[in-house]
């Protein structure tokens, strides 16, 4: 945790999570997606809130190049699939603009002709501070390593 003033502490989650984790009933990207956001939001949205949290998001399809022997980390390809630098997310009604950004990234995985049978699609979210008004230069919250595994995940 690093804090780049007094007033705005900033979080980096390193860790790997497995957005399959938040798929409740549904399947699929977007119903993953839609359970994290869903999480990270939930007391904002217990709450009643009609604002929105300015969001950036990034997505990459990976897969490992090597296994490595004695517990060490693969190395690992990534190829860059969408970019959302900075949004606006209506935090009580944001289920619209994750679904969308899922069909980018799978439509854009197609495109680039990825198989959908191997490797993953990995994610970094960043929310930035609602205090002030430069708002764009203070993250609040990043998630580095959000991954959605196809057939043989990471």
Known sequence: TSFPNPTN????????VDLTNYLGEKKGLANALSGFFDTVFASQIAAGSTGTRQISLTAVYAYALTTVPGGYEP???????????????????????????????EDQAKLAGIASEAGWYGFEFTVYSSLGTDTANRPLLTFENLVYPLADGP
């Open 9 to 16: 502490p900033y979080k980096i989650v390193s860790d790997q």
């Open 75 to 105: 190395l690992v390809a990534k190829f860059p699939l969408a970019l959302v630098p900075q949004y606006d997310y209506p935090v009580a009604s944001g289920a619209s603009f994750v679904q969308q950004f899922a069909g980018f990234v």
